[in-house]
């Protein structure tokens, strides 16, 4: 199993930019996939971006691809997000998510983005 700590979360001004962190321990070595999602309240968990640990491909969801930067450090086993010109309408809890090769799926215990307008 993996663990997740995610890092980073907190209130920012509208306009403003925050950096996400994401440590994942336990067994890293059979990592397949790791991914941020996101959920506001009232409103069900959406995918925000994710790297296939194996070949580093990121892919981004429909609305972070613009503004949101997915990165990582391989020797931390660590992903950072990146987000800039936050909206209000970002406001949410910043899930880390990771998936190994057994078909195992963790989760962090997520990190509060508050924007303010």
């Known amino acids: 199993q993996v663990q997740l700590a995610e890092s980073g979360g907190g209130l920012v001004q509208s306009g403003g930019s925050l950096r996400l962190s994401c440590a994942a321990s336990?067994?890293?070595?059979?990592?397949?996939?790791m991914a941020w999602y996101r959920q506001a309240p009232g409103k069900e968990r959406e995918f925000v971006a994710g790297i296939r640990w194996t070949t580093g491909n990121i892919r981004y969801g429909y609305f972070a691809k613009d503004r949101f930067t997915l990165s990582r450090d391989v020797a931390e086993t660590t992903i950072f997000l990146q987000m800039n010109s936050l909206q209000p309408e970002d406001t949410a809890t910043y899930y880390c998510?990771?998936?190994?090769?057994?078909?195992?799926?963790?989760w962090g215990q997520g990190t509060q983005v508050p924007i303010s307008s």
């Open positions: 998510n990771a998936e190994t090769n057994y078909y195992e799926v963790s």
């Open positions: 336990g067994s890293t070595f059979s990592l397949y996939d």
